[in-house]
């Protein structure tokens, strides 16, 4: 959490300069063609600001495992259940592996 903290928190002003200096450059006959759309992740928001401030056109990825999709496609059914958000519970990893079915989710 803290990294993730700190990437929002600090992130902005250097992207936003760097693609100042690059679009300058560009501009100026540096041999750097101007920036003319930013790709990327959709944890990196910092980027959408810099891409609204400087007028350049942006695309976000959202990159998640087969694992984190199943888990946000079955969301919703999870808090029907009442499984989540996990109240007074301690996570832990563990290799045991569990019954779906038993919460109502498919095999």
């Not at 803290?2 to 902005?12: G, Q, T």
Request: hydrophobic content about 35%.
């Amino acid at each position: 959490p803290s990294l993730c903290r700190s990437i929002d928190l600090h992130c902005l002003v250097p992207f936003r300069d760097l693609l100042r200096r690059l679009n300058r450059s560009g501009h100026g006959g540096g041999g750097v063609p101007p920036v003319s759309c930013i790709v990327s992740d959709v944890s990196m928001c910092f980027t959408l600001d810099a891409a609204e401030e400087l007028g350049i056109p942006e695309v976000m990825l959202w990159t998640s495992s087969s694992c984190g999709c199943l888990g946000m496609a079955q969301y919703d059914q999870l808090i029907q259940l009442g499984l989540v958000p996990f109240k007074g519970t301690l996570l832990s990893y563990s290799s045991t592996q569990y019954d779906r079915s038993h919460f109502g989710l498919p095999k």
